[in-house]
């Protein structure tokens, strides 16, 4: 199986425009989705929750939203399964700017709209989104409703904490008791500001979790709940010994499952409880010389499970033998506790390295094996294949072996040479028989039959 890369359609002027998938941000209730046009410029989708909201080829300001989303958000590289979930082959018109103005305004609360707008400073200017957080503010001070107007000024010193206007404005007395909420107990701020308790409890996932996953639950937004839970295992000082796939909230194929295993153990090597799942998800994903070397590095015996999933990835034609890293295998089957596999392994892979590299290459490669493991018939036969292949009158045992080996065309250049060396000899003649017939090549096994059988006649005269 051959991963394909992730992508994502926008519509744009009518025309849709295919985008490669990078990355994509969890960050309060924003989800930013990191793609690259054709021409290699970065373009970025905007979702509030899984709403849609915008995209926009933006060059990433320092300090911007956008780029705190990815430094302090969860991220979520490509191919990610859960990206593929949420993307779901939805296909986003792009509107213009203000259509996105007119359709956020019209659609969410002052507050969400002011917390939304704070993420396109990348490519709208810092004075146009304090210039409409200012008005909401002003709307509802006049309106009388102070609770609400502070709910503003709790998302403009978010956005920018060093605002001396919303800094001033929220000191002031008149919100003293609406402030001592902000500044007090969790839950009473849930009630009064859930949209800024979360944006609060985002920053300490770990302190948090019980809270947000809850909220998740409820607002069925599984993606988020997945994520959250899948970043504190990876980042739990204590490797708890559970299966990440049960950390998942949405229904994964077998291709995303293994694919999502191996992704978390790529972020985090160390995680011993990974290992036992990744090294299957790569077998799987016939990321086989990947899979060799994460048993190397553990440096242990191969488990029965293992040594299975191993076999069958050497015996599978459509994984190449080249993907293989044939010196972390070496290591690992040099170890003793590895030595019950070893004959089994040897027979599946033999063969194959014959035909790929060559009699040479593969006795160089069995050679540490040879002294301890002079029981194996693999390697005596190796062994004897290295002795015999110069000598002209060892070629119909040569030929022999080579047959053993399935290397049919070795064999039958073995046994054409002991043909011309002995020509009144029926016996190579009947293994070219046998061996065109067993490669499938019925015209000239039948050839050869038709020789071997007047042979014999003429043997009997």
């Known amino acids: 199986m051959i991963e394909q890369p992730q992508s994502v359609t926008v519509i744009s002027n009518q025309r849709q425009v295919q985008l490669r998938v990078e990355r994509l941000a969890i960050h309060h209730r924003m989800k930013i989705l990191e793609a ?20 926009k080829t933006a060059e ?28 779901s082959d939805r296909t986003f018109l792009l509107k213009s700017t203000k259509q996105v103005f007119q359709s956020v305004q019209n659609r969410y609360t002052p507050q969400e709209t002011s917390f939304i707008f704070s993420y396109f400073d990348s490519f709208l200017s810092k ?33 920018e904490p060093t605002n001396k206007w919303a800094l001033e404005l929220a000191r002031k007395l008149e919100y003293q008791t609406i402030r001592s909420i902000y500044e007090g107990n969790h839950n009473e701020l849930v009630e009064a500001d859930p949209l800024f308790a979360e944006i609060q409890a985002f920053d300490d996932l770990k302190l948090n979790q019980t809270y947000l996953e809850s909220l998740y639950r ?40 293994a694919r ?31 899979a060799i070397h994460l048993l190397s590095q553990r440096q242990g015996s ?12 050497f015996q599978d034609d459509s994984i190449p033998i080249t993907s293989i890293e044939f010196t972390s295998l070496q290591s690992l089957l040099e170890l003793k506790d590895n030595r019950s596999y070893l004959d089994g392994l040897l027979h599946a892979l033999i063969p194959r390295m014959l035909h790929e590299f060559g009699l040479s290459y593969v006795y160089s490669w069995v050679k540490p094996f040879m002294e301890k493991n002079q029981d194996l018939s693999i390697l005596s036969t190796v ?6 292949q110069d000598d002209p009158d060892k070629q119909f045992q ?19 040479w002991e043909m011309e060396l002995h020509p009144t000899d029926p016996t190579p003649v009947q293994w070219l028989t046998k061996v065109y017939r067993e490669m499938g090549k019925v015209e000239e096994s039948n050839t050869y039959m038709s020789i071997y059988s007047q042979m014999q006649r003429i043997s009997q005269q």
């Open 218 to 257: 409820k607002e069925k937004r599984l993606i988020e709940l997945s994520a959250l839970r899948l970043h504190l295992f990876l980042h739990s000082p204590v490797e708890e010994n559970v299966d990440p796939q049960k950390l998942i909230h949405v229904s994964l194929s077998e291709s995303e499952r």
């Open 302 to 313: 191969i488990a029965q499970s293992e040594y299975e999933l191993l076999l069958q990835a």
């Open 36 to 55: 690259e046009k054709a021409n290699g410029s970065k373009f970025y989708l905007f979702f509030y929750k899984d709403d849609f909201i915008t995209g």
């Open 127 to 159: 004075e146009t989104i304090i210039k409409l957080m200012r008005k909401h503010f002003y709307d509802y001070r006049r309106n009388g409703q102070m609770r609400l107007a502070f709910q503003i000024l709790a998302t403009m010193l978010h956005y």
């Open 60 to 87: 990433v300001k320092s300090d911007s939203l956008i780029e705190k989303a990815f430094q302090k958000g969860i991220v979520l590289h490509a191919s990610h399964p859960l990206i593929d979930h949420f993307l």
């Open 383 to 388: 062994q004897t294949m290295v002795e015999i």
């Open 260 to 290: 999502l295993l191996w992704l978390l153990y790529a972020e985090a090597p160390h995680h011993l409880p990974l290992r036992k799942n990744a090294f299957e998800a790569l077998i799987y994903l016939n990321k086989t010389s990947e």
């Open 398 to 416: 040569l030929g022999k072996l080579y047959h053993k080996m399935k290397q049919y065309d070795e064999a039958i250049t073995c046994f054409d």
